[in-house]
T-cell receptor, first 115, second 112 residues
């Protein structure tokens, strides 16, 4: 089973709202990722968690706040977003972590619209 | 610097025809190469990967890809395309600390 689940599927929020995206995997993977994908563009890496610790932050604005409460769960907390943050947010996980390259398995994504 | 180039933005093929999607990479060390497919509004599904060994790799849905180090290429092929193959295809290179660098994608249309 190589399933990564994400909730919600769709999210509409105002610029003053606080919301969270959730990602879950039960494959025992030790690395988890957040990507942002704009229309007709490839995914762009935002954050990498390795063994539940933040290992990479690709200079993402602080209005995006990741959290990894345990090895199976990854959250992305959203606050004071801008309309240009509207995108498909993808979560991924991989078995290997700590610097080794490995296959990443992606969830279906959350379609975020910021009004 | 690492980069991945997918020269074809759009490709249209007839159902039943063969398909080849091109991918060229620039990376100093041994690359880890991937092909993913994405249907509209969906996540990315892994088609196949190359880490080492046999340079011709088989994937799901009848796809295969060949790694050619001399040409820095990892082209995706399918002998007979089905209408359900219409989607966006991304080539990716994995490098340090499990960071992936994605190509810009190729959108495949399939004519009946």
């Amino acid at each position: 089973d190589t399933e990564v689940t994400q909730t919600p599927k769709h999210l509409v929020m105002g610029m003053t709202n606080k919301k969270s995206l959730k990602c879950e995997q039960h494959m025992g993977h030790r690395a988890m990722y957040w990507y942002k994908q704009k229309a007709k563009k490839p995914p762009e890496l935002m954050f990498v968690y390795s063994y539940e610790k933040l290992s990479i932050n690709e200079s993402v604005p602080s209005r995006f706040s990741p959290e990894c409460p345990n090895s199976s769960l990854l959250n992305l907390h959203l606050h004071a977003l801008q309309p240009e943050d509207s995108a498909l947010y993808l979560c991924a996980s991989s078995h290997e972590a700590g610097g080794r390259t490995d296959t990443q398995y992606f969830g279906p994504g959350t379609r975020l619209t910021v009004l | 610097a690492q980069s991945v180039t997918q020269p074809d933005i759009h490709i249209t093929v007839s159902e039943g025809a063969s398909l080849e999607l091109r991918c060229n990479y620039s990376y100093g060390a041994t690359p880890y190469l991937f092909w993913y497919v994405q249907s509209p509004g969906q996540g990315l599904q892994l088609l196949l990967k190359y880490f080492s060994g046999d340079t011709l790799v088989q994937g799901i849905k009848g796809f295969e890809a060949e790694f050619k180090r001399s040409q820095s290429s990892f082209n995706l092929r399918k002998p007979s395309v089905h209408w359900s193959d219409a989607a966006e295809y991304f080539c990716a290179v994995g490098y340090n600390f499990n960071k992936f660098y994605f190509g810009s994608g190729t959108k495949l249309n399939v004519k009946p």
